[in-house]
């Protein structure tokens, strides 16, 4: 167990006799499978592709109630 809060590093044991190709292909393979790091982010969507902006809001009842419709 480690002092710190840091995770311990893998490892992995080969029993037996390896060549170093079968130790390539299974970090070859185990890399592959790994998923290795964080997601990459949702792109961005540019604000004229927007379809939220074609939606108006709806306008207030009662008197000046049209005017306070643009005031945000």
């Known amino acids: 167990m480690t002092t ?4 311990p ?4 044991r080969i029993h037996g006799p390896a ?8 970090v070859a393979v185990l890399a592959a499978a790994g998923g290795g790091g ?6 961005r ?12 809001r709806p306008v207030g009842h009662g008197p000046g109630a049209w005017q306070s419709t643009f005031r945000h």
């Open 4 to 7: 710190n809060d840091e995770a």
């Open 9 to 12: 590093a893998p490892a992995i």
């Open 19 to 26: 060549t170093p190709q079968d130790v390539a292909a299974i």
């Open 38 to 43: 964080d997601p990459e982010p949702a792109p």
């Open 45 to 56: 969507t540019s604000t004229w592709a927007d379809h939220r902006a074609a939606h108006r």
